[in-house]
């Protein structure tokens, strides 16, 4: 298991075209994967289940995964994550 944490630098957030974006990106891997934001865990590769965590700017988040490209597939993600647009 591989994980890292991010900090979301979008203004809006994790909302719409950016969660959309993020859950994209992770559907491109094999690996188990989930995001948290505090106490919540969701499924990375749920467009729903990223929106429900309702991460905003500034907001810490953890990047998890599980499986045979479990590192490119987190680093891939937080990178979109802190991309600022």
Do not use: T, Y
């Not at 994980?3 to 992770?26: F, M, T």
């Not at 934001?37 to 990047?63: F, P």
């Amino acid at each position: 298991m591989f994980e890292k944490q991010a900090i979301v630098k979008n203004k809006i957030g994790l909302h719409a075209r950016p969660a959309a974006k993020v859950v994209a990106e992770g559907n491109k891997f094999k690996s188990n994967m989930v995001i948290k934001k505090g106490e919540r865990e969701v499924n990375m590769k749920s467009l729903l289940g990223v929106l429900s965590l309702g991460a905003m700017c500034g907001d810490v988040v953890i990047v998890q995964a599980e499986g045979e490209d479990e590192i490119e597939a987190v680093e891939a993600v937080v990178k979109l994550i802190e991309i600022v647009e």
